[in-house]
C-alpha cells in the first residue's frame, strides 16, 4: 500500500514571500499521479496542482510549482509571492494510474501541512 | 451548477439515533467515494463505487452503510450514532481512467 508523509504540520511565510511544503511518499508502482490539495477553513478541496509521474517536467500554475524528484519519491510545493488567500491547510496525495492498479484508485493523502501568511 | 452536491452540509445529532447524508455528482463520472476527516484533519477513504458496485471498503464499523441507486448518487447511512463519528465527511467522484477527482463540500457532523 502507497503511504505519503508531510514532515511539516506548520509552516508560516510572510506576505509576498516564497515558501516550500515538503511530501515524501512511498510505492512500488512506477506509473501514478500526485496531487496538491488546499482546503481554507471554508472546509473545501481546492485541486492546486497535479503531476503525472511519466512526465520529467515539473508542473507549473502561476505561483504554484511542484519539484518531483521521482527516484526520491519526493514531491514538494513551492508557492510563490505568498497572498493572505493561500492561508490554508495544504495536502499531498497520491492516486494510482488505472494500468498500475486496476483496482482500487483512491486518493491517499498526507496528513497535511497548515500554511500561515503574516501581513 | 453545483458538480458534486452533498446534503446536509451540517448535522447534529444524539447518540444512537441513525442518520443519512445524500451525495449527488452531475459530472459524467463513474465512480463514487466517501471520505472521513477527522479533528486532526486526517483524510481516510471510507468506501468507494465504481457503477454501483462496492470496490473499496475499509476498516469501518458495520454501523457505516453505503448505497449506490444509480452511478450519480452515492449516500451513507449510520447506525446508532456515537460521539467518535463527530467528523466531516466528504464525498468525491472522478472517472476510472483518468487523475481528476471532484470534491463535494463536505458534511459537518457533530454527535451529542
Known amino acids: 500500500a502507497q503511504t505519503v508523509t508531510q514532515s511539516q504540520p506548520e509552516m508560516s511565510v510572510q506576505e509576498a514571500e516564497t515558501v516550500t511544503l515538503s511530501c515524501t511518499y512511498d510505492?512500488?508502482?512506477?506509473?501514478?499521479?500526485l496531487f496538491w490539495y488546499k482546503q481554507p477553513p471554508s472546509r473545501q478541496m481546492i485541486l492546486v496542482i497535479r503531476q503525472e509521474a511519466y512526465k520529467q517536467q515539473n508542473a507549473t500554475e502561476n505561483r504554484f510549482s511542484v519539484n518531483f524528484q521521482k527516484a526520491a519519491k519526493s514531491f514538494s510545493l513551492k508557492i510563490s509571492d505568498s497572498q493572505l488567500g493561500d492561508a490554508a491547510m495544504y495536502f499531498c496525495a497520491y492516486r494510482s494510474t488505472f494500468f498500475s492498479s486496476g483496482s482500487a484508485r483512491q486518493l491517499t493523502f498526507g496528513s497535511g501541512t497548515q500554511l500561515t501568511v503574516l501581513p | 451548477d453545483t458538480a458534486v452536491s452533498q446534503t446536509p452540509k451540517y448535522l447534529v445529532t444524539q447518540m444512537g439515533n441513525d442518520k443519512s447524508i445524500k451525495c449527488e455528482q452531475n459530472l459524467g463520472h463513474d465512480t463514487m467515494y466517501w471520505y472521513k476527516q477527522d479533528s486532526k484533519k486526517f483524510l481516510k477513504i471510507m468506501f468507494s463505487?465504481?457503477?454501483?458496485?462496492?470496490?473499496i471498503n475499509e476498516t469501518v464499523p458495520n454501523r457505516f452503510s453505503p448505497k449506490s441507486p444509480d452511478k450519480a448518487h452515492l449516500n451513507l447511512h449510520i447506525n446508532s450514532l456515537e460521539l467518535g463519528d463527530s467528523a466531516v465527511y466528504f464525498c468525491a467522484s472522478s472517472q476510472w481512467v483518468g487523475y481528476g477527482y471532484t470534491f463535494g463540500s463536505g458534511t459537518r457532523l457533530t454527535v451529542v
Open positions: 510505492t512500488s508502482e512506477s506509473d501514478y499521479y
Open positions: 463505487y465504481n457503477n454501483k458496485e462496492l470496490i
